[in-house]
């Protein structure tokens, strides 16, 4: 492998976004795909599916031909803590309501940065995007998701 891939990294990419786009458009094809200007149910995904393959094959072809670095270590703390910010939103968003499960998945998440100091300027912007995400979902798109929970009466 070493003598053939030149690039490991657009190699691993381009293999992630083969796999990735190669299953989105498997996926779709049981879905109604319409047209462009009646797209169904499947249009999208096969579309961003389609996409994703040609930049994968890309990737892939430009691997083998232009030099790249090696993989360095896998960096575990952020992926855990992206995936646990995620998955702790999840859990949250019923029985803590759309405000304390969008705060618990800006902290986790922001704590995965090295760079991530939590002062004013970190604050006033989690309390902004709280702001904007109630008020988008809730309230413009009307999704019934509760402000604050059941822990809170909600």
Not at 68 to 97: C, D, H, M, N, S
Request: aromatic residues 12%; charged residues 10%; contains cysteine.
């Amino acid at each position: 492998m070493n003598g053939l891939i030149k690039g490991p990294k657009d190699f691993w990419a381009g293999l992630l976004y083969l796999t990735i786009g190669g299953l989105g458009v498997v996926l779709a094809r049981d879905y109604g795909m319409g047209d462009a200007a009646r797209m169904g149910p499947g249009y999208f995904p096969t579309v961003l599916g389609a996409l994703l393959v040609i930049f994968g094959a890309a990737s892939l072809g430009r691997s083998l031909f232009r030099r790249g670095e090696a993989i360095g270590a896998i960096a575990w703390k952020p992926i855990v803590l992206i995936v646990g910010a995620t998955v702790a939103f999840a859990y949250l968003i019923k029985p803590a309501g759309l405000v304390l499960a969008l705060t618990a998945l800006i902290l986790i998440s922001a704590s995965a940065s090295s760079r991530f100091r939590f002062e004013w300027k970190a604050t006033a912007a989690m309390f902004g995007l709280i702001a904007f995400c109630s008020l988008v979902f809730v309230k413009g798109l009307g999704i019934p998701l509760p402000l604050f929970g059941t822990w809170f009466g909600g």
